[in-house]
Structures are given as C-alpha cells and as structure tokens.
C-alpha cells in the first residue's frame, strides 16, 4: 500500500487549499479513504472519511468548510479546504482502513493569522 500526499502549503486565514492523495497497491474503487490531521502536541484526529459509493463524513469542527472528494480513475482522493483558520494548522495524512495501519508521509497545512 502506497498514499502520497501533496498539496498542502502557507495560506492565510479564511484561504483556500486543496490536498490530493494518490493510492497504489490497492484496489481504490472500493476502498474507503479518508483524512486524518495531526497538529503539534496534539494527537492525530480523523478529519472526513469517504466509502466506495461516495457516503462522506466529517469532523464537527470542519463540517462547512471542508469536503472530501475521490476520482476512482485516477484512484486518488481528495479533501478541499476552505474557509481555513489557524487551528486547521496540522500535518494532514491520507489513510484507509483499517484505521491506524496505514498512512502516507503527510504533507504540512499552515494557516497564518
């Protein structure tokens, strides 16, 4: 199982940022994914999850702002920020199930005040 993560970066508060996740070793299109956050001194948080047939669910605290999507054709998934505040500052890792097996290398969100 490979995740790679990109897109992350330097955004002000209120921006916009759009991660994508390229999975291989799996078969994607029925493999559910999500996103989970880790920020410094804090534990790692599932952010949203999405299935293989597109039923998405997401933190409280993230519910508005952001949304998790997937292109089973390209087997990648993504999450679309908006609305970023400095607390979404986090390293922002791609996962699959079974939760806390598998994880990419991360890719850092920094949301400046």
């Known amino acids: 199982v490979q995740l790679v993560e990109s897109g992350g970066g330097l955004v002000q508060a209120g921006g916009s940022l759009r991660l994508s996740c390229a999975a291989s070793?799996?078969?994607?299109?029925?493999?559910?994914m999500g996103w989970y956050r880790q920020a410094p001194g804090k534990q790692r948080e599932m952010v949203a999850t999405?299935?293989?047939?597109?039923?998405?669910n997401s933190a409280d605290s993230v519910k508005g702002r952001f949304t998790i999507s997937r292109d089973n054709a390209k087997n990648t998934v993504y999450l679309q920020m908006n609305s970023l505040k400095p607390e979404d500052t986090a390293v922002y890792y791609c996962?699959?199930?079974?939760?806390?097996?598998?994880w990419g290398q991360g890719t850092q969100v920094t949301v400046s005040s």
């Open positions: 996962t699959k199930p079974p939760w806390g097996v598998y």
């Open positions: 070793g799996i078969i994607f299109r029925i493999t559910t």
């Open positions: 999405i299935t293989s047939g597109g039923i998405t």
